[in-house]
């Protein structure tokens, strides 16, 4: 969504009046603080947090490999598998997507592919998981 934007449900995408927060919403309670002269910060603080997550493979093959089929790979796909890398390297995930898509429509410069390669995970392109990944030795 542009700066200076927000959407509402029940009246959709509305210009805001006050581009420094992050929604109409948020301007109103602003300016009753500012108006009521309670001193405040805005977005000042980050604040890290932890959330636990379970993930459910879409395939295991009988020598471990673990196949996701993705139509479409999103922002939150990548950053989860990421983090599932990082905390489960013994795991052997390997993405069978079903085109080789751009990851952004508004730069031609990576595709899924490319991503995989960045980031160490083994793909294929189409509806068929490889003989070869299904005849592949279990790992010891």
Request: aromatic share 14%.
């Amino acid at each position: 969504m542009a700066k200076g934007w927000s959407f509402s449900r029940l009246g959709g995408f509305k210009k805001r009046a006050d581009k420094s927060t992050r929604s109409n919403f948020e301007s109103q309670v602003k300016a009753n603080l500012e108006k009521a002269k309670v001193p405040f910060e805005y977005e000042t603080l980050k604040v890290p947090y932890t959330t636990s997550h379970y993930y459910k493979p879409d395939f295991i093959l009988s020598n471990g490999i673990i196949v996701e089929a993705k139509g479409l790979f999103l922002p939150e796909d990548r950053s989860k598998h990421l983090t599932i890398k990082k905390q489960h390297p013994e795991l052997d995930i390997r993405f069978l997507f079903m085109k080789d898509q751009y990851i952004s429509t508004k730069t031609k410069a990576n595709k899924y592919s490319d991503w995989c390669k960045k980031n160490g995970f083994q793909y294929h392109i189409g509806t068929v998981i490889p003989k070869k990944w299904i005849e592949e030795e279990k790992a010891r």
